[in-house]
């Protein structure tokens, strides 16, 4: 028998070398790459802005901020108080002042309440007290159903107003307005991730915006047949049919999935080029106390399958808390009947839960989040987009979701942190502030004085004291009309 071990002639490469030789041909042949990046860098030239997204543009973009009467301070704009609350900082920033702007949606402004006992609030209190020779100044820029992609413009608004720090809390809002990707090219995926890194850099922004003008079009004119969107939000809940015109898309969902990468990508990168830190918060959702907002059955159910798992649900319901148990066993079934509706997983997680089954409870309310037709909570690998930019960007990550989860039941978000689906709760915001304040501290953004969280324990309960019993009825008011409009009433809009 021949052996497979023959000797290598002599003088021939190894492998290792050929390898070595090759990549080392590659980082040659990307040097020159490297060294125009670099200059156009220092040139500041090729820099992208709210025109280079490839996935919508919009048919006007307005200012949120504009000058008072006086001119000495920049206020909200009156055209825009229907989705943001009244806020506004000097015009001309004073020695000393750290100035942040918090981007984000109803959250961040503070829903169902609002400006005043928002984490961003709590924030600037908890900063006074830990460094009071300092001014602080924690601008919210929380709008009401406000997505990533309309964060952008409004991002590189702030970033002209000398900021010391920028905080992103997005991603719950993706999947309000209804738009579409059919102009993008799909890539396969191990081409998708090279081409999205090449598509960050100056080089390729300079070469699209000259082909462009070859082709004569402006820099502001938007690809072909890239989605506008109206300059205000244009949620479909609020539309006639409300959740009837959800319906289970995958390829919409992935292209959105990629769309929130690729914007908190980009304003992290903007922020990076502005020379401003940027911290990313990773949103939390309720699980434990927010059934699923729309269902729908898997394709291809056949009648009779679908009149077995209806049998098998509506057989599990009949058992009392001292037989879930066997109710279990009934909706085990029925989930490998149909492994699509989130309702169906939703009450398997409650049966796993009373059962103290608690991480098997925690996959299953996962799953039933992730099969929501009506996605209004943050899907998980919108989550693990944060995560990543983060680390690969280097950006401070503030993650809310994992303190949720520690300081919940089993693990399991929902309670008292939390008044519906998403928002916080007031003593919800008052944690995330001092997740910030504390990650500000080993940043070494402050050095705080001695017995600081004694004086912010204690400025906190004066804010409270100081806000009337009209705001806090105010704010059960939106709560109430906040569940009725996530429940898709037509023609409603948010609160």
Request: hydrophobic share 40%; aromatic share 10%.
């Amino acid at each position: 028998m021949p052996s497979s071990n023959r000797p290598v002639a002599p003088g021939s490469p190894s492998l290792g070398r050929k390898l070595a030789f090759r990549l080392g041909a590659v980082l040659l042949g990307l040097l020159p790459l490297v060294a125009v990046e670099a200059a156009l860098g220092i040139l500041d030239w090729g820099r992208p802005d709210v025109h280079d997204d490839p996935f919508v543009g919009f048919k006007a973009v307005h200012p949120l901020f504009v000058l008072g009467e006086d001119g000495s301070r920049y206020e909200v704009s009156p055209s825009r108080l229907d989705y943001f609350r009244p806020e506004s900082f000097a015009a001309e920033k004073q020695a000393g002042e750290f100035r942040i702007f918090c981007l984000g949606g109803s959250t961040v402004q503070g829903r169902p309440f609002a400006v005043e006992t928002s984490f961003t609030t709590w924030l600037e209190i908890s900063l006074q007290a830990a460094d009071p020779s300092r001014t602080w100044e924690v601008v919210n820029c929380g709008g009401v159903s406000y997505a990533s992609y309309r964060l952008v413009p409004i991002l590189e608004e702030v970033l002209g107003y000398q900021p010391n720090l920028v905080i992103l809390y997005t991603g719950h809002n993706e999947f309000l307005e209804d738009r579409t990707y059919r102009h993008l090219k799909r890539l396969p995926a191990p081409l998708a991730w090279p081409c999205r890194q090449l598509a960050r850099t100056r080089t390729f922004v300079l070469l699209n915006r000259a082909y462009r003008q070859v082709r004569g079009e402006s820099a502001d004119t938007a690809p072909e047949n890239r989605p506008m969107l109206e300059s205000e939000v244009a949620a479909m809940l609020e539309s006639p049919g409300g959740l009837g015109l959800y319906h289970r898309d995958e390829r919409w969902r992935q292209d959105t999935i990629e769309h929130f990468r690729h914007n908190v990508a980009r304003m992290v990168q903007t922020c990076r080029q502005s020379g401003v830190p940027v911290v990313l918060v990773n949103p939390v959702a309720s699980l434990r106390d927010c059934p699923p907002f729309k269902s729908e059955h898997r394709a291809g159910l056949e009648p009779d399958e679908l009149a077995r798992w209806q049998t098998l649900l509506d057989a599990a319901a009949e058992y009392g808390l001292n037989e879930q148990e066997r109710a279990l066993a009934l909706l085990q079934e029925a989930a490998e009947i149909d492994d699509q509706h989130a309702g169906a997983y939703y009450t398997l997680a409650q049966c796993y839960d009373d059962l103290g089954m608690f991480e098997e409870a925690h996959a299953a309310y996962l799953q039933a989040k992730e099969l929501d037709v009506c996605p209004l909570r943050i899907v998980e690998p919108m989550n693990e987009a944060i995560l990543d930019v983060a680390e690969e960007a280097g950006a401070i990550l503030v993650d809310v979701r994992k303190f949720y989860e520690e300081a919940s039941d089993a693990g399991i978000p929902g309670g008292y942190l939390l008044v519906d689906h998403v928002h916080p709760s007031i003593t919800g915001h008052q944690k995330i502030a001092d997740l910030l304040a504390e990650e500000l501290v080993a940043r070494g953004f402050i050095q705080p004085v001695p017995q600081w969280h004694e004086t912010r324990d204690r400025r906190y309960g004066e804010h409270l004291q100081s806000l009337d019993d009209f705001y806090f009825s105010k704010g059960q008011q939106r709560l109430e009309a906040l569940r009725r409009w996530a429940q898709g009433a037509a023609g409603r809009r948010q609160p």
